[in-house]
């Protein structure tokens, strides 16, 4: 498991608050929706992440392919995980 002290929350930027979380992220999306995501503005959703935006070895394996260790800030109701998690050139990568 990875520690606390390695990730700050997003919003508030703390550690102090953190506990972890199984994360259920969007499925992945088709190659037509990812295309759409890409080329056409307003069709992505800012706020969530979808699996196939997740390196793979960080999916659970005993689960359906969108679940992820990740984490849960008490103070700002904000789950998330680590920029790590994340492929290369990733949306959300801070």
């Known amino acids: ?3 606390q002290q390695e990730n700050l929350c997003p919003k ?3 550690a102090g608050a953190l506990r972890s979380k199984l994360i259920m992220l969007g499925t992945a999306l088709t190659e037509e929706q990812q295309f759409k ?3 056409f503005e307003g069709y992505t959703q800012v706020d969530a992440l979808t699996a196939d935006e997740v390196r793979d070895e960080f999916l659970l394996p005993h689960l359906p392919k969108q679940y ?3 984490f849960f800030c008490e103070t700002c ?3 998330f995980v680590p920029d790590f998690y994340l492929k290369e050139n990733n949306r959300f990568k801070r």
């Open 68 to 70: 992820v260790n990740g």
């Open 37 to 39: 995501r890409v080329n």
């Open 77 to 79: 109701h904000v789950g």
């Open 1 to 3: 498991m990875l520690s």
């Open 12 to 14: 508030c930027h703390s």
